[in-house]
């Protein structure tokens, strides 16, 4: 499922907390145009929270990046895997509280 508003938006999830923007830009840059990049950051350490959500401007980006992402890690050291997914928005327009739709 695709967000009608924004459907190049992915939500990332599984993300080591020494992810960084460049990281996120290196894995996912390669898919396309990326309009926005958000990493959510502990406000004490400044280190990633474990996920990010990667706006693209064409969908079809985002749904590459999506299905080749899916399960892979961003570091060959780390054992954790990327979880990219279509946030869909519930009828009151908001997010629904975990991530359904396209996983990657």
Sequence with gaps: MVEADRP?????????PETDEPALEAAFGPY??????????DRETGKSRGFAFVSFESPADAKAAARDLNGKSLDAAEEKHLSCRNRPRTR???SSSYPLGISC
């Design 32 to 41: 396309g145009r990326i309009a926005e990049l958000l990493l959510m950051k």
């Design 8 to 16: 190049g938006k992915l939500f990332v999830g599984g993300l080591s």
């Design 92 to 94: 009151a327009g908001k």
